[in-house]
Structures are given as structure tokens and as C-alpha cells.
């Protein structure tokens, strides 16, 4: 019972993460840095919270989290593509402006700094943390689904070789008549929706929009991209590493044999341990981060 626990936990904790990873694949790619991951995630939360909040649909509130993602991700490829901004420094500041963002339409939306009031959810009549609990919960199957359908799309359609093309020879591509621009921005409008589905899954499990409710998950999917080598069935592994870990964490909270500033340190940890390069070095894109042309 406690190891079928364990893996419970894991897998709720590795939702989020599996929709941003995959939405972090599609963005890199094409050529395009994930930086902005987390403020897509933390949009789509909001942006979820309100819809759903105000209709009394979480359906609804799933649309309006990944209307808010994908907004957001096509301010960040109009800034990097249409305006050639340094993409590094156009994603810090998306992921700057929808933290304030957020925080000043919470209090003007909830009049409230800290959370919103509670929402309509999915699952809401089987409460609980066990896998009968998950099984209510739609996005759980989305969730696990995206991998292998971006894993499709990538790999098994028109569409997703062109946007390996794009990532790894944009003058190639685009002297074969591939759009460049189109598919960057279709890729960052993908991966805004990804991210904003995991944002979603995070405001629903908790039933309320809580300030930075996030708290780095976006960059630790943009980890695990990286550590899955841009691929989304190695990043979905990934995701569920952070996760174990994330899960062994709360577990030795409860037990308290090690001071819990040491035990929240863990995934953290975890996450630059393999970005160092502990398994290997990952060979990025070759166009990423690079404009068309350079």
C-alpha cells in the first residue's frame, strides 16, 4: 500500500510537469528557447482560475487556461521572431510581467493577494490522493497522452519535420519553402497550450489560484526537456525523476529526521545535478536561440 501510494503521488505531481516538458520539446525544437515555460504555466493557472470561477465549468476554465498560455506564447515568439528580441531576455520578462500580472488581477478580480476563492474542479466527487482518485481526473489521461501524440507529431507527420528542419537548418528549410516564421510560431503557440494544461491541472488540484502557485515547476520542466535531450518520451522520464523526488521529499517532511530546509533542497538539487551533465551531454538543436539566418 505504501509503495502504490508513493507511485500516486508521483504521478499526480508529474502532470504538470509532462505538459510543460512536452510543450518545452516543441519550443526547442523549432529553434526557439523555453525560458517562458514558467510564466505559461503560471498564466494558464490564472487565466483557468477565472474562466472557471466565473462560469462554474471547469471545462471552461481549461479553455480560458490555454487561451491564456497560448497568448502568452505568441507574445514571446512576436518579441523573439517579428521584433528579433534576445529570446533569453524576452522570457525572463514574460515570466516577470505575468507574476505581477497575475498578482494585481487576483486582487482585482477576488480582491485578494494570496488566492482566489474556491473553483469548480474536475474529480471533485472522489476526493482523496490514491490512483482511484486520479482516475476522475481528466487531465491525468491528457496528460499522459500528450507525450505520445507529441512524440507522433514530431516524429510521424509532416508538421513535426518541418519543425526539426526549422530547429536544426532554418536556411535549409526555408529554401524548400518552409515558412520559418510559421513554424515558430505554431510551435509557440503549441507549447504555450501545453504549458498552460499544466498550470490548469495545478489550479484544479488545489481547487483555488494561489500567487506564484507555480514555483518553478516551468523551470524545472525546461530541465527535464534538456535532460530528455529534446526528446518527449526521455523528457516524460525526467518528469517523473523530479517527481520521485519531489515525492520523497514530502515523505521524509512527515518524518522529520532531517532538518526540512535540507529536505525542500531535493529536487532543486536533483535538477542541477542533471543538468550538469551526470548522464551524459545533451546536444541542443543546432539553431536555438539563434535567429533565421545567423
Keep these: 500500500m505504501i509503495v502504490l ?22 519550443t526547442e525544437k523549432s529553434g526557439l528557447i523555453g525560458l517562458g515555460l ?12 477565472l474562466a472557471s470561477y466565473y462560469s462554474g465549468s471547469a471545462w471552461i476554465g481549461l479553455l480560458g487556461a490555454m487561451a491564456g498560455g497560448v497568448a502568452l506564447a ?24 505575468v507574476t505581477g500580472a497575475t498578482e494585481f488581477f487576483l ?8 488566492n482566489s476563492p474556491r473553483i469548480p474542479s474536475f474529480g471533485e466527487e472522489r476526493a482523496g490522493s490514491g490512483f482511484a482518485a486520479l482516475a476522475g481526473n481528466p487531465l491525468i489521461w491528457i496528460g499522459i497522452l500528450t507525450v505520445f501524440i507529441i512524440g ?26 518552409i ?3 510559421r513554424v515558430r510560431y505554431l510551435s509557440a503557440a503549441l507549447s504555450g497550450l501545453l ?46 525523476l523530479f517527481a520521485a523526488a519531489e515525492s520523497v521529499e514530502i515523505q521524509l517532511q512527515g518524518v522529520q529526521l532531517i532538518p526540512s530546509q ?12 542533471a543538468l550538469a551533465g551526470v548522464v551524459g551531454r545533451a546536444v541542443p538543436p543546432t539553431a536555438l536561440g539563434k535567429e533565421a539566418g545567423n
Excluded at 501510494?5 to 516543441?26: D, E, S
Excluded at 515568439?77 to 510581467?97: E, K, M, T, Y
Aim: charge should be neutral; include cysteine; charged fraction near 10%.
Design 107 to 114: 486582487r482585482l478580480a477576488f480582491h485578494s493577494s494570496a
Design 262 to 273: 535540507f529536505v525542500e533542497m531535493i529536487p532543486y538539487v536533483l535538477t542541477i545535478v
Design 38 to 49: 514558467e510564466g505559461y504555466m503560471l498564466g494558464g493557472a490564472f487565466c483557468g482560475a
Design 179 to 181: 515558412s520559418v516564421e
Design 195 to 240: 504549458a498552460a494544461l499544466g498550470g490548469a491541472y495545478l489550479v484544479f488540484d488545489q481547487h483555488q489560484f494561489s500567487a506564484e502557485m507555480t514555483a518553478g515547476r516551468g523551470f524545472i520542466a525546461l530541465a527535464a526537456t534538456i535532460f530528455g535531450r529534446w526528446d518527449p518520451y526521455r523528457a516524460a522520464l525526467a518528469c517523473l
Design 74 to 97: 505568441l507574445l514571446y515568439a512576436v518579441a523573439s521572431i517579428r521584433f528579433r528580441g534576445d529570446q533569453v531576455v524576452v522570457g525572463v520578462a514574460v515570466n516577470l510581467l
Design 152 to 177: 507522433w507529431v514530431l516524429y510521424r507527420t509532416p508538421f513535426g519535420l518541418r519543425v526539426r528542419a526549422v530547429g536544426e537548418h532554418p536556411e535549409a528549410a526555408a529554401s524548400v519553402g
Design 5 to 26: 501510494a508513493f507511485l500516486a503521488q508521483t504521478l499526480r505531481i508529474a502532470i504538470p510537469y509532462l505538459f510543460a516538458a512536452t510543450g518545452g520539446v516543441m
